[in-house]
């Protein structure tokens, strides 16, 4: 009976390492560099349902990146100028991305809604000059920012914005 015991757990301990637990393989790589070799300060990253990759960095402004499922750039967009602070968070939700960012021209947060193909939908600006750490989007496409006065503050802003 031990040994019976021993071997099935032998067996179950296999199957988990093959099934559950078994090493990750590389899939794809994918690189970018502007055609300036512009400093891209690397942010965020989000996934839509289809797997599409969004990154979002700043350089040339607030950037946004997109790359479809196998790992192929599709698209860049820019907001802002080169002196933007860096953009701080990237979501997609319903075939959208949305980015978010503290732009000088607005002297506070932007937020910038792209449609799956890179389109401009909508935007919206606020004279808040908060460090936006993240947000978050419920169903119904509001979103909820998280931040502080400033990048060592311990005061914290929670916003929240409509998607009307």
């Known amino acids: 009976m031990k040994k019976l015991f021993t071997f099935q757990i032998f067996i179950f301990s296999f ?16 690189t970018y560099n502007d055609s300036l070799n512009t400093t891209n300060q690397l942010k965020n990253i989000s996934k839509d349902s ?6 979002c960095c700043s350089g040339l402004g607030v950037m946004t990146l997109k790359y479809n499922s196998n790992g192929q ?10 002196n933007s602070i ?14 978010a960012g503290l732009v000088p021209e607005v002297h506070g947060l932007k937020v ?3 449609d799956e ?7 919206c600006s606020t004279d808040i000059t908060w460090w ?6 419920d169903d119904y496409e509001n979103c909820y920012f998280v931040g502080t006065e400033n990048i060592n503050d311990n005061e914290i802003l929670l916003l929240k914005y409509d998607s009307s």
Do not use: C, R
Not at 73 to 79: A, G, H, L, R, V
Not at 86 to 99: D, E, F, H, L, R
Not at 132 to 137: I, L, T
């Open 15 to 30: 199957l988990i390492n093959i099934n559950g637990f078994s090493q990750p393989f590389l899939q794809w790589v994918s």
């Open 50 to 55: 289809l797997g599409n990759v969004f990154v």
């Open 73 to 82: 750039f599709q698209w860049q967009k820019f907001f802002g100028s080169f």
């Open 86 to 99: 860096p953009v701080y968070s990237i979501a997609t939700k319903n075939g959208n991305i949305y980015t």
């Open 112 to 114: 910038v809604k792209y």
């Open 117 to 123: 193909s890179g389109n401009v939908l909508d935007s």
């Open 132 to 137: 936006v750490n993240e947000f978050v989007m």
